[in-house]
């Protein structure tokens, strides 16, 4: 799996990513990471003194309905989703890997009765039954990855599937299988290397939808809890007061927008 | 020379192409070329891979492939300088002056038009049926039915002589042809180059024919151009430079055309018991294509068996069927003392799968490309590293090579990992498939005398199959000759090359003599 790693490093070396895009998501991790640490003011506390101010030296970007610090609040309010999302990412990652290779390696009934599966998961109306998910057991972040990773696991595993079933006709898998390598074998020492950068693509992928759902359901009240900082959830406190002051709904929304946009460029290149 | 006139039709002076933003001592792609093509000439550009020869094609055609630069000189097509030449003048070059007939069947037509379609697209909508039937049939197709034929229901041959019809429909003054055979069977591309050159008679144009294959270029070309690492090496009639090579390179070319009469490995009549027995054996593809039918043949410990057969003979679905990738259908298979090869791979015990080895005919795809060579070989083997060493060696490759990965290593040097990997499971019987078509002719002949040397200190038997009667008639003791499935003959290799007594293989002994002949 070691290309998994290096191919991305590798290419960002070759100076063929826009720097734009290398920008960002280095911006992004670098708050994500250390806005705990940096000297902010706190995202809790509410100024009473001052309601939906415009920017000012005290408040760069203004305050919210309640008077907290809106710079604060938007460089904390992609940890939860990122947490969310990572987590979930691994999850389907991981899953669907294992489902989609193991369809294309049994083949018969047992792939059939895989890919039925991942259609009923493709199916699944993701928004609805998040909602109901998230209303049944509560907004507990655990179950909210698990089901997020659930229910992303369906592209990765179908793209693992056909990238297999391709290498599986490859002769140097057939000289493999006439040396006496096991399927456990192939799947390690054929498959697995190969499909990395291919799936690793699709994975990327699933992490910004699965970002985005995390946000939508925060922005409908069943995701972050308030009084998190959260971008999707900040959308939806400050709407009311858009016309008021409207950066406290274009800067969230400037911030999820940017990190997805250049997560899929990063992707999507090559 | 045979006419010499005074326009030339295609003109190159001092070309240079360079890799873009290349370092300086990376060498050109091409270097100091000098070209001309006459009138009414046939020139034939030979050369291995990386010879340069397709890039000076396509520079003829005033395309500079991606990531080239033209550096230095001059194209001149014509009169005109058709590199810097706008879209649309060259637009109407290609219409009536110049046609090109690519290598790759497959992808020159567009699967959805009909042939008639196709000359619609290329003449004009209101092309007459007559004028498009006129030139089909001289291309040597004839009938109406043809007309509403769409690509997938025409075989290799049909499709390269529509392409060919389509090319020559507007009369063109420069065809260039791009490996006009190397997709289609050695019989049927022996029509189409007797097609070619009675076109070219008639019609008067000036030819540009580029191949790996001196055999081919031979045929149709008055006069021959020898690439070799970007520059020319020689470049003179035909005939003469056959005759008195005056370069190490083109020595080394003709020499390495497969001849019918010489043998590259002493014919060895001492063999051992029946190692593969194959009674009535019969493989299927889909429900109703026999791929073999009813093929009954034998195998002694040690002996080299040649299988002679074109596309859809079945050669590749025997070979499947012995290592056990697919199930065969009726008839008995069995190897070494009984045991019985009519179950599938998963089935097979470890000493028996790894007594029949394989090696594939497309080096690029036998080995994992993220695999050193060291992985390749000792993954499923567990060979040491002497042991790993020394079969390097006996392949003709260094140990240097245990950490190369396959995207260092040429088509050559993979294919004798590739044999290298088989060697290490010690087995009893070696099926070679096609295993040196993807070579360029002269690494073709070292791996070939490599393989007789192994053959010679091993002892192993071996299986090999290939299109080329010359290539294998000077390598196996014993000649199989497949045609749709069904063995046609069987004998010694001299039998078969002397007095082929079926009708098909005398046509192919015919063509491999007039391939080789000096």
């Known amino acids: ?270 | 020379m045979t006419v010499k006139t005074t326009l030339e039709i295609v003109e190159l002076r001092d070309v240079e192409v360079v890799v873009r933003g290349a370092r300086e001592e990376t060498p050109p792609i091409l270097q100091s070329i000098d070209f001309q093509v006459a009138q009414g000439e046939s020139v034939g550009i030979v050369g291995g891979s990386g010879s340069g020869k397709s890039t000076l094609l396509r520079l003829i055609a005033g395309v500079v492939s991606e990531g080239l630069h033209l550096q230095r000189g001059a194209v001149r097509v014509l009169g005109k300088n058709i590199v810097d030449s706008s879209a649309q003048e060259r637009e109407e070059m290609y219409g009536k002056s110049l046609a090109l007939v690519a290598q790759s069947l497959g992808e020159s037509m567009t699967p959805h038009l009909t042939v008639l379609g196709h000359f619609r697209d290329t003449v004009g909508k209101d092309v007459a049926p007559d004028r498009v039937l006129r030139s089909l049939t001289e291309v040597g197709l004839d009938g109406d039915g043809y007309l509403r034929r769409f690509p997938h229901q025409l075989s290799g041959g049909e499709r390269q002589r529509v392409l060919l019809a389509l090319a020559l429909v507007r009369s063109p003054k420069l065809l260039l042809l791009d490996e006009p055979t190397s997709a289609l069977d050695v019989s049927i591309a022996a029509d189409v180059l007797k097609t070619i050159k009675d076109l070219q008679a008639r019609h008067g144009f000036a030819l540009v024919c580029v191949s790996h294959d001196l055999g081919v270029v031979r045929q149709i070309a008055d006069r021959l151009v020898v690439m070799a690492q970007g520059q020319i090496v020689e470049s003179g009639e035909t005939t003469k430079v056959l005759r008195q090579p005056g370069n190490s390179y083109t020595q080394k070319l003709v020499d390495s055309i497969p001849k019918l009469e010489s043998r590259v490995r002493q014919i060895d009549k001492n063999h051992g018991d029946i190692l593969l027995e194959s009674r009535d054996l019969t493989v299927s593809r889909g429900r109703t294509t026999r791929a073999v039918d009813s093929l009954s043949f034998e195998i002694r410990k040690g002996e080299v068996v040649g299988i002679i057969g074109e596309s859809g003979s079945g050669k590749s679905s025997l070979l499947s069927a012995i290592c056990g990738l697919v199930p065969i259908d009726s008839g008995d298979l069995r190897f070494g003392n009984g045991q019985d090869l009519a179950t599938t791979m998963k089935r097979r015990s470890p000493d028996l799968l790894s007594s029949i080895q394989m090696v594939f005919q497309n080096p690029d795809d036998s080995l994992n490309p993220k695999c050193s060579v060291a992985q390749s070989l000792g993954r499923y083997t567990n060979a040491s590293r002497d042991d790993m060493v020394a079969v390097l060696s006996a392949v003709g490759l260094d140990q240097k090579f245990l950490s190369r990965q396959p995207n260092e290593m040429s088509g050559g040097e993979k294919q004798r990992v590739a044999l290298a990997r088989a060697l290490l499971a010690s087995p009893e019987l070696l099926l070679l498939d096609e295993i040196t078509s993807a070579l360029d002719v002269t690494v073709q002949a070292a791996v070939l005398k490599t393989l007789s040397d192994l053959q010679k200190d091993l002892g192993v038997a071996m299986i090999l199959v290939s299109h080329d009667i010359a290539l294998i008639a000077s390598f196996a003791d014993k000649l199989i000759v497949l045609r749709n499935g069904r063995l046609i003959e069987q004998g010694t290799s001299a039998e078969i090359v002397d007095s082929p007594r079926h009708e098909y293989t005398r046509k192919l002994v015919a063509i491999a003599r007039q391939k080789s002949a000096a």
Do not use: C
């Open chain 1, 1 to 270: 799996m070691k290309t998994i790693l290096t191919k991305p490093v590798a290419s960002l070396r070759s100076r063929r990513v826009k720097p734009l895009v290398l920008f960002t998501i280095t911006f992004h991790g670098f708050i994500a990471v250390l806005a705990p640490f940096l000297p902010l003011a706190s995202t809790d506390a509410q100024d009473s003194g001052s309601l939906l101010q415009g920017p000012s030296l005290e408040h760069w970007l203004g305050t919210d309905s309640l008077g907290r610090d809106v710079f604060s609040r938007l460089l904390h309010g992609g940890r939860p989703s990122l947490l969310i999302a990572v987590a979930a990412t691994l999850i389907s990652a991981v899953a669907g890997i294992v489902i989609g290779s193991l369809s294309a390696l049994a083949g018969g009934w047992l792939d059939d009765a895989l890919s039925r599966l991942l259609d009923f998961l493709l199916a699944l109306p993701t928004l609805i039954l998040l909602l109901l998910i998230s209303s049944f057991f509560g907004q507990d972040p655990f179950i909210l990855s698990l089901a997020l990773g659930l229910m992303y696991l369906a592209p990765i595993a179908r793209v693992t599937r056909s990238t297999t079933q391709t290498l599986l006709a490859r002769d140097f898998v057939r000289v493999a299988r006439m040396q006496g390598a096991g399927n456990l074998a192939i799947l390690r020492g054929e498959v697995l290397p190969n499909v990395g950068w291919v799936v690793f693509t699709e994975v990327t992928m699933q992490f910004t939808w699965i970002l985005l759902a995390f946000s939508s359901l925060s922005f409908l009240g069943l995701g972050a809890s308030p009084p998190t900082p959260e971008w999707g959830l900040m959308i939806a406190e400050s709407r009311s007061y858009m016309t008021l002051n409207p950066i406290l709904v274009i800067s969230p929304i400037l911030m999820l927008a940017s990190l997805v946009l250049a997560i899929q460029a990063l992707a999507d290149h090559e």
